[in-house]
């Protein structure tokens, strides 16, 4: 089978062109050992791509656990790069999702992609939870950079309320000129990654409320990212994920 590896800063996934279906989509045990990094090609997630009636493409996304799961921002940005460089589309594309049709345009390895409205920031104590096509808990720390990332955002993931459902954690800490640095464990991977797109959108949102701000550029320990958003009524509308989405190698392997 033939296989493309692509990352958006950092996080990573093994892209299949599944448009003839030959994928063998229910053999979860596959799919978690083809994202292995030690005896598979290794990623953050494997992503689909498919046909479909309505749009240019359709996407399906699993976790490294195996498991199909909610959306993956830098996933999309990604589907949006093969897409592209598989001459589906020219500039701008729409695709559907577990959460919905995205829109999307990439321009020299740039992909905005846009994201679902998101109509309500709930409090966790003093901290927020959220959902931008996949589930976040946001917290903002002191000083993320040395922070325990690892073992704070497990605690959270497997607390009382979020074990059954799982939910991804996201650390943050305000940088000078409106910038944010975040730093996140994803459910699914069960580890800490280098980037999660609907992580940063997900904080990303909750500076612009505090500060009504209409973008925000976020620091991920594998790159940039950038947030743009317009708020309405307490609802974000027009929420775009920015940054780079980039094909690291294309193989093939015996499945
Ligand atoms: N692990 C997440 C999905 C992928 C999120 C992340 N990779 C992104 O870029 O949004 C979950 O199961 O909720």
Same mark, same amino acid.
């Given at each position: 089978m033939k296989f493309y590896k692509y990352q958006g800063t950092g996080n990573d996934f093994v892209m299949i062109d599944n448009r003839n279906l030959s994928f063998?989509?229910?053999?979860?045990?596959?799919?978690?050992?083809? *994202?292995?990094?030690?005896?598979?090609?290794?990623?953050?997630?494997?992503?689909? #791509?498919?046909?479909?009636?309505?749009?240019?493409?359709?996407?399906?996304?699993?976790?490294?656990?195996?498991?199909?799961?909610?959306? *993956?921002?830098?996933?999309?940005? *990604?589907?949006?790069?093969?897409?592209?460089?598989?001459?589906?589309?020219?500039?701008?594309?729409?695709?559907?999702?577990? @959460?919905?049709?995205?829109?999307?345009?990439?321009?020299?390895?740039?992909?905005?992609?846009?994201?679902?409205?998101?109509?309500?920031?709930?409090?966790?104590?003093?901290?927020?939870?959220?959902?931008?096509?996949?589930?976040?808990?946001?917290?903002?720390?002191?000083?993320?950079?040395?922070? @325990?990332?690892?073992?704070?955002?497990?605690? &959270?993931?497997?607390?009382?309320?979020?074990?059954?459902?799982? &939910?991804?954690?996201?650390?943050?800490?305000?940088?000078?000129?409106?910038?944010?640095?975040?730093?996140?464990?994803?459910?699914?991977?069960?580890?800490?990654?280098?980037? *999660?797109?609907?992580?940063?959108?997900?904080?990303? #949102?909750?500076?612009?409320?505090?500060?009504? #701000?209409?973008?925000?550029?976020?620091?991920?320990?594998?790159?940039?990212?950038?947030?743009?958003?317009?708020?309405?009524?307490?609802?974000?509308?027009?929420?775009?994920?920015?940054?780079?989405?980039?094909?690291?190698?294309?193989?093939? &392997?015996?499945?």
């Amino acid at each position: 089978m033939k296989f493309y590896k692509y990352q958006g800063t950092g996080n990573d996934f093994v892209m299949i062109d599944n448009r003839n279906l030959s994928f063998p989509k229910e053999n979860t045990k596959l799919v978690k050992q083809l *994202c292995d990094r030690r005896f598979g090609i290794g990623g953050d997630g494997l992503i689909l #791509l498919e046909n479909d009636e309505q749009y240019d493409f359709k996407m399906v996304y699993y976790n490294s656990d195996g498991n199909e799961s909610t959306m *993956c921002g830098n996933g999309g940005r *990604c589907i949006v790069a093969f897409a592209h460089f598989l001459d589906i589309f020219e500039d701008k594309t729409k695709f559907d999702a577990i @959460d919905g049709m995205h829109e999307a345009e990439i321009k020299n390895g740039v992909v905005k992609l846009k994201m679902i409205d998101v109509e309500k920031i709930f409090a966790d104590e003093e901290d927020f939870v959220l959902n931008t096509g996949s589930p976040h808990y946001i917290k903002y720390v002191d000083d993320v950079e040395n922070y @325990d990332v690892y073992h704070n955002g497990n605690k &959270i993931r497997n607390n009382e309320t979020y074990h059954k459902e799982g &939910i991804n954690v996201n650390f943050v800490t305000e940088l000078p000129e409106n910038k944010l640095f975040v730093r996140t464990y994803e459910r699914g991977v069960e580890d800490e990654t280098f980037s *999660c797109g609907t992580g940063v959108t997900a904080a990303a #949102l909750t500076f612009m409320k505090k500060k009504h #701000l209409t973008s925000v550029p976020v620091k991920v320990l594998g790159g940039n990212l950038k947030i743009y958003a317009e708020e309405e009524n307490g609802t974000f509308k027009n929420i775009w994920l920015e940054g780079p989405a980039k094909q690291v190698f294309i193989g093939t &392997i015996e499945i």
